[in-house]
């Protein structure tokens, strides 16, 4: 498995010819970008998916992030920590409850596409909000994560096996967050694609399907 640095740097050469810069510089090493990473990133850059926004593609099987700016060059990867529920769709009503009502299984980071824009979270610090209706948002991990959680350690870890914590929203480090991810995103926002757990990707980004087909792809 190639890195993902050489994976995307081959992508965007092709697919957008343009230059590609080195990725920033991830807390922990970088982790080879999946084949569903590099499909979901050549459809986005082939079909301008994007509308010319910069866009984050999460990976939440390697428990990583991908961010590229609006004409599709990759700016960088780092870790992420995911809802602790493997599923790819938000429980009916999850945004209207109060984190203690929410249970073990419904603890899942959806997938899809999402037109994330910045918002408060219940009036603190201002969040990328993924998807506001079921309360996912990416961002640092919070101040008021407790000790037993490990969340740090678990993002700094090697492999995605501890990533899974959060309620749902989508953590980031801290560095990364401010320096990449904010000032990309705080004017007009962008989307963010989360690949899925279990689910095809045909059936979570039917338009991949239409751009294969287009290009003779297998039905």
């Known amino acids: 498995m190639i890195t993902v640095f050489l994976a995307?740097?081959?992508?965007?050469s092709v697919s957008a010819g343009t230059d590609v810069r080195p990725p920033v510089t991830s807390p922990k090493p970088e982790r080879s970008a999946s084949a569903a990473t590099v499909q979901?990133?050549?459809w986005i850059a082939?079909?301008?998916?994007?509308?010319?926004?910069?866009y984050i593609i999460v990976d939440k099987t390697g428990a990583a992030l991908f961010l590229f700016d609006a004409k599709g060059k990759p700016l960088g990867e780092a870790p992420v920590l995911l809802g602790v529920a493997i599923g790819d769709d938000a429980s009916p009503g999850i945004g209207s409850k109060n984190l203690a009502e929410i249970g073990p299984a419904e603890k899942t980071t959806p997938a899809g596409r999402f037109l994330a824009k910045f918002g408060l979270?219940?009036?603190?610090?201002?969040?990328?909000?993924?998807d506001y209706a079921?309360?996912?948002?990416?961002?640092?991990?919070?101040?008021?994560?407790?000790?037993?959680e490990r969340r740090r350690?678990?993002?700094l870890s090697p492999t995605p096996d501890d990533n899974r914590i959060t309620f749902g929203c989508i953590n980031v480090p801290a560095?990364?967050?401010?320096?990449?991810v904010r000032p990309?995103?705080?004017?007009?926002?962008?989307?963010?694609?989360?690949?899925?757990?279990?689910?095809p990707l045909e059936v979570v980004f039917p338009r991949l399907r239409v751009q294969a087909l287009r290009n003779g792809g297998a039905s």
């Open 8 to 12: 995307f740097a081959s992508l965007v």
């Open 40 to 42: 979901v990133a050549d």
């Open 46 to 54: 082939a079909s301008g998916d994007n509308r010319s926004l910069p």
């Open 121 to 130: 979270a219940a009036g603190k610090e201002r969040v990328l909000w993924v």
């Open 134 to 148: 079921t309360s996912v948002a990416l961002h640092p991990i919070p101040t008021s994560a407790t000790k037993k």
């Open 153 to 155: 350690q678990r993002m």
């Open 175 to 180: 560095a990364f967050y401010s320096k990449t």
């Open 184 to 199: 990309l995103f705080r004017k007009k926002g962008g989307y963010v694609y989360v690949l899925p757990d279990t689910k």
